[in-house]
């Protein structure tokens, strides 16, 4: 299989670079003695075959055993079935009880001031007066 790595912004500033260094130091080698010029080509192919190479993908072995094949989501066993939906149903259960606990919590605090009403001094009759509101706003100011 051919797989080509993909070639990033760095990867093509760094061979730009060294485009325009070849090009400098090809034009101060002019000047060089023929041995030296020699031993310099020599050591920049050594370079460049040294260079270091971009990570090649490579598919993973996968181990199967004999008689099963091996798939990503396939037939599922009871017991996952059963593992994936049980918090669900605890996640419901929980959402539940909640809601009942709230509900009983104010139910219990209606009863108490429908208590409240009953065995208080004034007759129920009185809190629909329109007075009652100016009493009760008259009486917090005064604490």
């Known amino acids: 299989m051919n797989t080509k790595v993909p070639t990033s912004i760095n990867t093509i500033a ?3 670079f060294g485009q ?4 400098r130091l090809s034009a101060g080698n002019r000047e060089l003695p ?4 020699e031993r310099l080509r020599v050591a920049r192919a050594q370079a460049v075959a040294a260079r270091k190479q971009p990570p090649q993908l490579r598919t993973a072995p996968v181990v ?3 008689g099963h094949t091996l798939t990503m989501g396939g ?9 994936s939906v049980v918090p669900l149903i605890a996640l419901v259960a929980g959402l539940i009880t909640i809601s009942m606990m709230q509900d009983d919590d104010r139910a219990s605090e209606l009863a108490e001031v429908d208590s409240a009403l009953l065995t208080g001094d004034l007759p129920p009759a009185a809190y629909t007066d329109p007075g009652f509101a100016q009493f009760l706003k008259a009486d917090n100011a005064s604490d």
């Open 14 to 16: 760094e061979d730009q």
């Open 20 to 23: 325009r260094l070849v090009a």
């Open 34 to 37: 023929h041995d030296i010029s």
């Open 64 to 66: 199967v055993q004999s």
């Open 75 to 83: 037939s599922w066993s009871w017991w996952t079935r059963i593992g």
